[in-house]
C-alpha cells in the first residue's frame, strides 16, 4: 500500500553558534508580505521604524523572540539586522532551488 507523509519544510540554520529553523509555511509567507509592505521609506529619520519592522520580520520567520536572542549580545542596528534577513533570504532561495531541482527529478522518473 502507497502511503504519504508531509515532510518537515523547516530550514535548519545557525546564527551566532545558536540553530534555528526558518519556518517555510504559509503563515510565514504571509507575514513576510504583509510587513514588506509595511516597511517605512529607508532614512535617518526613519531608521528605527525600519529596524522595528525588520525585527518583526525576522521574529516572522524565525520564530517569536527571534531577534531579541540573537541580539542580546549587541546592540540592534541597521547594518546588522540587514545582514540577517539577507543572510534567511537566501537560505529560502538555495532551499526553493534544491526542492524545483528535486520536484524536476521526480518528474523525469516519472515519465520513464
Known sequence: MASFEFRDRS?????????????????????VQTLSAQFPEL??????AQMEKMAELVDAVLGSGATKAIFSSRPLNLPDLTDLIDFLAK???????????????AAAKRKE
Open 43 to 48: 532614512g535617518s529619520e526613519n531608521q528605527k
Open 91 to 105: 537560505e529560502i532561495s538555495a532551499e526553493n532551488r534544491r526542492n524545483e531541482r528535486a520536484a524536476r527529478r
Open 11 to 31: 530550514i535548519p540554520v545557525e546564527i551566532h553558534g545558536e540553530q534555528y529553523a526558518i519556518k517555510c509555511d504559509m503563515g510565514t509567507v504571509n507575514a
